[in-house]
């Protein structure tokens, strides 16, 4: 999947500006298709769309908020490399009231085969001491670079580590700031590092499927745990009451 941050700029393509007006979690997917914006990915809630008169954008539609809009929030909100070349770039958000999301980004490309910091870059994302990566993550990432583990501090990096950090040295700054700000360990999997124009390693959407409501206001935040809270208090009224006779 695709993210992105933020730019105010006041000629930023939008989901007005490029006519989408479908917004539901039930009919924007078949809008955007009717509407020539083809589907060229998908992940486990949604999908990414080109248009052909639009060659510098996709549009992300997930059919329920996820760890994207998380991601996209952390972005806006700002944090150590967040500007530089290794964020994604986001034009517009849009959260409908059932749910889905929806982004206009600039389009990201797939690094080629052998890219020389590829294993290195999500090596990166994967490395935490407190957390075990799932063996399909595991195995997928051994499939696409084999003889390559992925764990920053095995020996097959040699050499790579040391040219990575001399072209990109604010890389390792953002994903550490990133882990630190998210509220779950990163999402190393292939695919979650693509390039830019300037084919920079872009960090794409490296947070958990689950949401967390970081794009909501604290107020909303806050309403939506306290209703969470009385949901569960009432359903344990509820469960422990007597039984019908």
């Known amino acids: 999947m695709l993210g992105f941050t933020m730019r105010t700029t006041l000629t930023r393509p939008s989901l007005t500006t490029l006519g989408i007006v479908e917004r539901s979690a ?14 060229i990915g998908y992940g486990y809630h949604g999908s990414v769309h080109a248009h052909p008169h639009h060659p510098e954008v996709v549009v992300r539609l997930a059919r329920k908020a996820d760890g994207f809009g998380d991601y996209a929030a952390l972005l806006l909100k700002g944090f150590a490399g967040s500007d530089g070349p290794h964020a994604p770039c986001i034009y517009d958000l849009s959260v409908s009231r059932c749910g889905a999301l929806m982004t206009v980004g600039a389009r990201l490309t797939t690094p080629p085969p052998g890219t020389w910091w590829l294993a290195y870059a999500h090596a990166v994302i994967a490395d935490h001491p407190s957390v075990s990566i799932d063996e399909g993550v595991r195995d997928r990432f051994k499939a696409e670079w084999p003889g390559y583990e992925p764990r920053i501090d095995h020996p ?13 040295p604010q890389y390792e700054a953002f994903v550490a700031t990133l882990r630190a700000a998210s509220p779950r360990a990163l999402d190393p999997n292939i695919g979650n590092v693509l390039i830019g124009r300037d084919g920079c390693p872009v960090v794409n959407d490296p947070l958990c499927d689950d949401a967390f409501g970081l794009w909501r206001s604290p107020l909303s935040r806050w309403a939506l745990r306290v209703g969470e809270a009385l949901r569960r208090c009432i359903g344990d009224a509820v469960g422990r009451g007597p039984a019908a006779a």
């Open 156 to 168: 097959s990096f040699d050499g790579i580590r040391e040219e990575f950090r001399a072209a990109w």
């Open 26 to 39: 039930e009919k924007a997917h078949a809008s955007l298709v009717a509407t020539g914006w083809a589907e």
